[in-house]
T-cell receptor
Framework: GENVEQHPSTLSVQEGDSAVIKCTYS??????FPWYKQELGKRPQLIIDIRSNVGEKKDQRIAVTLNKTAKHFSLHITETQPEDSAVYFCAASGGNTPLVFGKGTRLSVIA | KAGVTQTPRYLIKTRGQQVTLSCSPI?????VSWYQQTPGQGLQFLFE???????NKGNFPGRFSGRQFSNSRSEMNVSTLELGDSALYLC??????????????FGEGSRLTVL
C-alpha cells in the first residue's frame, strides 16, 4: 500500500519568512495530493490540493509543487503569519484507494 | 449545510471494555472514512465505507470494526479495549464518487481514553 513520509516534523520560522514542507510517496499510481491544516484543538481542513496532471498550484500565499518522477510534493507558504501556526499534513491517494497521510509538521511562526 | 457530526466527543473506558462511536456525514455524502490520530503518528486510516459497503480497510486488528447505514451514518466499534487504543478518532465524509479521491470533511472527533 501507499506510504507517505513527511519532513520536517517541526518547523519554526520568523513572521514574514517562507516555510517549506516536503513529502514523498511510494505508490506510483497515486494521483491526488492534498494538504490539510489542523489548528490546535480543531479538525483538519483542506487548504490546497493538486492532481497528477498538474505540476504546480498556487492559492494566494500557499503553493504546492509535484514531481511525479521523483514521487515527491511540497507545500510552500510565503510571508508567514502567526495564524499559519498549526500542524500540516500531506496525503496521497489514487483512484478509490484511501487517503494516506504523513505524520504531520508542526509549524510555529514566531512574531 | 451541517458539517460532520461525531458522538460522543469524549469518553473514558477501562481495559477490556468495548466502545461504539458514531458519525453523521454531511448530507449527500456517501463515503465515510475513519482515522485514528495519536501524537507523533499522524492520521492512521482505519476503514472507509461507501453505500453501506466497506471499500477500504487499514492495518488495524480485527478488534476494530465498522458499518454504514442506509442513511450514510456510520459507526465504528472497538472491542476488548487496550491502553494503546487511547486516541482521537476522526470521521470524515466525502462525496466518494468513482474516478478519484476528493476533499475529506472531518468531524471534531471522539477522544477516547482507556484506563
Amino acid at each position: 500500500g501507499e506510504n507517505v513520509e513527511q519532513h520536517p516534523s517541526t518547523l519554526s520560522v520568523q513572521e514574514g519568512d517562507s516555510a517549506v514542507i516536503k513529502c514523498t510517496y511510494s505508490d506510483s499510481a497515486s494521483n491526488y495530493f492534498p494538504w490539510y491544516k489542523q489548528e490546535l484543538g480543531k479538525r483538519p481542513q483542506l487548504i490546497i490540493d493538486i492532481r497528477s496532471n498538474v505540476g504546480e498550484k498556487k492559492d494566494q500565499r500557499i503553493a504546492v509543487t509535484l514531481n511525479k518522477t521523483a514521487k515527491h510534493f511540497s507545500l510552500h507558504i510565503t510571508e508567514t503569519q502567526p495564524e499559519d501556526s498549526a500542524v500540516y499534513f500531506c496525503a496521497a491517494s489514487g483512484g478509490n484507494t484511501p487517503l494516506v497521510f504523513g505524520k504531520g509538521t508542526r509549524l510555529s511562526v514566531i512574531a | 449545510k451541517a458539517g460532520v457530526t461525531q458522538t460522543p466527543r469524549y469518553l473514558i473506558k477501562t481495559r477490556g471494555q468495548q466502545v461504539t462511536l458514531s458519525c453523521s456525514p454531511i448530507s449527500g455524502h456517501r463515503s465515510v472514512s475513519w482515522y485514528q490520530q495519536t501524537p507523533g503518528q499522524g492520521l492512521q486510516f482505519l476503514f472507509e465505507y461507501f453505500s453501506e459497503t466497506q471499500r477500504n480497510k487499514g492495518n488495524f486488528p480485527g478488534r476494530f470494526s465498522g458499518r454504514q447505514f442506509s442513511n450514510s451514518r456510520s459507526e465504528m466499534n472497538v472491542s476488548t479495549l487496550e491502553l494503546g487504543d487511547s486516541a482521537l478518532y476522526l470521521c470524515a465524509s466525502s462525496l466518494g464518487g468513482p474516478g478519484g479521491a476528493g476533499e475529506l470533511f472531518f468531524g471534531e472527533g471522539s477522544r477516547l481514553t482507556v484506563l
